[in-house]
């Protein structure tokens, strides 16, 4: 038996819910329902705060390409181990390092959400947001051509072993596609509503539509993001949300059903601010440590490494990911490849590298990063 279903406050007729059928009257956007409540709008004051702080904290790094290659590599693992991808520190670095050499499958599918970010960041810094990405990234992730769900394929949420159904997203190709342009229309034009309650609205949206048949989670924690870029509370993909979101996974999970049932939307979206000032907040304090490293690094080299090896140029190198190897300098214009290898070498004897054998090439490791970015 179904349940009832309410869209909205007093006076509205309850509408029947049944999990086990497909969710076609998932209401448009903006909800028939108070958004930014007294309480949601004074958690989107400290939040934005945070995302200020986290803004101005981006200016610290000398080369911001150490935040958008390691911060998100981050981002990636834990969104993948909500989804049961699971894959280790040191694979997930090492394959980094090149993604065309072979890995095991979970490492593979991390690293490809990573590419997915980047690729999805440098379209929205080129145009408007379009619902189309979605397919572009979801595409990525799942490294085949995906388009959105267009027939009824009895897509459900639920235990299959158990043979029990939570829920069924909407189905058919016009009623996707409909609900899919209403989302966009949503972020992109409803500019009274705050950009954290409207992020916070349309990332539910998106899961209960469901619009493909698997990188439903992964695609939305990207547009989350991709969001916030677009809406210029951040500029680079460094907000770490899954973070949180795998912290507090059964709560996320309980309040995306409280929307569908009972449409609860202040709590999910003072949950979601939560997640979103949270986040910044460890993201900045990450960033900060970050550059207080580099800073005493800068300081190590400068005193212990020959002149002849030395240079800023070095020490950003070593700092934009926690893997290193002699290509690296060879493709910046450091040193070529029997001077990049005695660098490296020198940068492993005072103790900021350590170098492994990797088949035949010598992989250095920045072990101070790697805790920072860890920890």
Request: proline fraction near 5%; glycine fraction near 6%.
């Amino acid at each position: 038996m179904g349940r009832q279903l309410w869209f909205a406050g007093a006076g509205v007729r309850p509408m029947t819910f049944n999990p086990a059928e497909p969710h076609n009257d998932l209401p448009l956007l903006p909800p028939r329902a108070e958004l930014e409540t007294r309480a949601v709008l004074k958690k989107c004051v400290t939040a934005t705060r945070a995302l200020a702080e986290l803004k101005g904290a981006g200016d610290l790094i000398p080369n911001q390409s150490m935040l958008i290659n390691a911060i998100p590599l981050q981002e990636a693992k834990l969104s993948s181990e909500i989804e049961n991808i699971v894959t280790t520190q040191d694979a997930l670095f090492h394959a980094a390092l090149d993604e065309a050499r072979h890995t095991d499958p979970h490492t593979k599918e991390v690293l490809r959400y990573r590419t997915a970010l980047k690729r999805g960041f440098e379209a929205v810094q080129t145009g408007p947001f379009q619902i189309e990405l979605l397919e572009e990234i979801c595409s990525t992730l799942r490294d085949e051509t995906v388009k959105f769900r267009a027939e009824e394929d009895g897509v459900y949420i639920g235990n299959p072993a158990a043979r029990t159904i939570t829920y069924t997203p909407p189905d058919g190709g016009a009623v996707l596609q409909a609900k899919l342009r209403n989302l966009e229309a949503f972020l992109m034009g409803a500019e009274d509503v705050d950009p954290l309650v409207r992020m916070a609205v349309a990332h539910y949206q998106f899961e209960a539509i469901h619009p493909f048949t698997d990188g439903n989670g992964r695609t939305g924690r990207i547009l989350n993001i991709l969001f916030l870029v677009h809406a210029g509370l951040i500029r680079i993909p460094v907000l770490y949300l899954s973070r949180f979101l795998i912290q507090h996974k059964a709560e996320y999970y309980r309040l995306l059903r409280a929307v569908t049932e009972e449409a609860r939307w202040e709590e999910w979206n003072l949950f979601m601010l939560e997640a979103v000032e949270e986040t910044a907040n460890w993201t900045t304090s990450r960033i900060i440590a970050i550059r207080d490293l580099f800073d005493r690094t800068l300081a190590r080299c400068r005193s212990a490494l020959p002149a002849k090896v030395y240079s800023k140029e070095l020490v950003e190198l070593i700092f934009a990911e926690p893997y290193c190897k002699i290509q690296f300098l060879v493709e910046a214009g450091i040193a070529q490849r029997q001077t990049a290898s005695e660098y490296l070498r020198e940068l492993a004897r005072i103790g900021i590298l350590t170098g492994e054998k990797r088949g035949r090439e010598v992989i250095y490791k920045h072990p101070a990063l790697l805790r920072v970015l860890t920890e």
